[in-house]
């Protein structure tokens, strides 16, 4: 049986969790069971033991509203993730100086506290990829190959 995987979106006006919810469907085809939290909260994810993080990077390289609480929490409480494994997605648009800024501050959080990065993050440009789902499901083997 495939392990379960735990999809958590942090998006402004929804591209990451389309993004997310896609990623979850094509996972689903190939037999892993997913859960999907657009607004994760970190007592009802601790015991996954894979995430997969997909994040649009907003303000000046910020955290979306509704990721970034989560892992403002995980830094501040120093919160033991040596048991998980996790990737990241990000969007974002290259005309910015913080370009995908969100996708370095999730992996720098969960690193810190030990969890363990199965493959290097995928980071979409808006601004010349138009197929975010594509991109995605692209990259998706490099994370599925991993696990
Ligand atoms: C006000 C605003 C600020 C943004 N700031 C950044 C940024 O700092 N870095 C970046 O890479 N993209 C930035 N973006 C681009 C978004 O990340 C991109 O449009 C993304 O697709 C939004 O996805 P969402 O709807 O899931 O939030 C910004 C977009 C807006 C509207």
Same mark, same amino acid.
Not at 49 to 65: C, F, N, Q, R, Y
Not at 115 to 130: H, N, Y
């Given at each position: 049986m495939q392990p379960q995987i735990c999809i958590i979106t942090g998006s402004t006006l929804g591209s990451a969790e389309y993004v997310g919810d896609h990623l979850s469907e094509i996972l689903q085809q190939q037999g892993y069971a997913t859960r999907v939290e657009n607004r994760a909260e +970190?007592?009802?994810?601790?015991?996954?033991?894979?995430? +997969?993080?997909?994040?649009?990077?907003h303000g000046a390289g910020e955290l979306p509203d509704n990721l970034r609480p989560f892992i403002w929490q995980i830094a501040q409480e120093k919160t033991d993730l040596s048991h998980l494994k996790f990737a990241v997605v990000g969007l974002g648009n290259s005309d910015y100086d913080t370009f995908c800024f969100a996708v370095d501050e999730v992996e720098k959080t969960l690193l810190k506290q030990g969890a363990q990065q199965v493959c290097p993050s995928l980071r979409i440009d808006v601004l010349t990829e138009f197929d975010h789902d594509q991109c995605a499901e692209e990259w998706l083997p490099n994370f599925t190959s991993q696990l």
């Amino acid at each position: 049986m495939q392990p379960q995987i735990c999809i958590i979106t942090g998006s402004t006006l929804g591209s990451a969790e389309y993004v997310g919810d896609h990623l979850s469907e094509i996972l689903q085809q190939q037999g892993y069971a997913t859960r999907v939290e657009n607004r994760a909260e +970190l007592a009802d994810v601790l015991n996954d033991k894979i995430w +997969l993080i997909v994040t649009s990077t907003h303000g000046a390289g910020e955290l979306p509203d509704n990721l970034r609480p989560f892992i403002w929490q995980i830094a501040q409480e120093k919160t033991d993730l040596s048991h998980l494994k996790f990737a990241v997605v990000g969007l974002g648009n290259s005309d910015y100086d913080t370009f995908c800024f969100a996708v370095d501050e999730v992996e720098k959080t969960l690193l810190k506290q030990g969890a363990q990065q199965v493959c290097p993050s995928l980071r979409i440009d808006v601004l010349t990829e138009f197929d975010h789902d594509q991109c995605a499901e692209e990259w998706l083997p490099n994370f599925t190959s991993q696990l």
